[in-house]
T-cell receptor, first 112, second 108 residues
Framework: NAGVTQTPKFRVLKTGQSMTLLCAQD?????MYWYRQDPGMGLRLIHY???????AKGEVPDGYNVSRLKKQNFLLGLESAAPSQTSVYFC???????????FGPGTRLTVT | TQLLEQSPQFLSIQEGENLTVYCNSS?????LQWYRQEPGEGPVLLVT?????EVKKLKRLTFQFGDARKDSSLHITAAQPGDTGLYLC????????FGAGTTVTVRA
């Protein structure tokens, strides 16, 4: 099993450009999450999904959109990137039972 | 959203020394998790504590959940360079709320 994978690993965008980050998990997990991690601020939840076809806002959703068309995939979109979105983005998933979250390796995004 | 405060923010010690990091909140936790994150990687779960007063041991790591379930601590005995990393606590709900973390550096 690959666990949780994220694509791409690194990306540089110019202000105003758009992009999509892909998260895939092969553990048949119901719940999936997108976080951003900034120095001194820990992990902050952007959006999450409790099942295929469902999404919900987290702590810092503005400027991001998500979709969960397939159970194994969770996409994070930036429609018009801003320098404030420079961060490391982590995807995570878990089963519907228990609380352990499995994290991907992260995507480092820089917006200039 | 529960506010989790972790202290200290940074900790640098010599190999063989002991260390303790703390996680506190004004709210009561239903349960709490500790994760360790190494540079360039995602966090990895170390332990979940559920019962007030609970103590769990994982080799040289000891985790304690406060009696009132508002605080937790992680104690490392005889730290090794491999213990270096960012230690994060997280409070459980259907989603996790993370503290800002403690960066631990163990010098050889």
């Amino acid at each position: 099993n690959a666990g949780v994978t994220q694509t791409p690993k690194f990306r540089v965008l110019k202000t105003g450009q758009s992009m999509t980050l892909l998260c895939a998990q092969d553990m048949n997990h119901e719940y999936m999450y997108w976080y951003r991690q900034d120095p001194g601020m820990g992990l902050r939840l952007i959006h999450y999904s409790v099942g295929e076809g469902t999404t919900a806002k987290g702590e810092v959703p503005d400027g991001y959109n998500v979709s969960r068309l397939k159970k194994q995939n969770f996409l994070l979109g930036l429609e018009s990137a801003a320098p404030s979105q420079t961060s490391v983005y982590f995807c995570a998933s878990r089963t519907g039972v228990g609380y352990e979250q499995y994290f991907g390796p992260g995507t480092r995004l820089t917006v200039t | 959203t529960q506010l989790l405060e972790q202290s200290p923010q940074f900790l640098s010690i010599q190999e063989g020394e002991n260390l303790t990091v703390y996680c506190n909140s004004s709210s009561v936790f239903s349960s709490l998790q500790w994760y360790r994150q190494e540079p360039g990687e995602g966090p990895v779960l170390l332990v979940t504590v559920v019962t007030g007063g609970e103590v769990k041991k994982l080799k040289r790591l000891t985790f304690q959940f406060g009696d009132a379930r508002k605080d937790s601590s992680l104690h490392i005995t005889a730290a090794q360079p491999g213990d270096t990393g960012l230690y994060l606590c997280a409070a459980n709900d259907y989603k996790l709320s993370f503290g800002a973390g403690t960066t631990v550096t163990v010098r050889a």
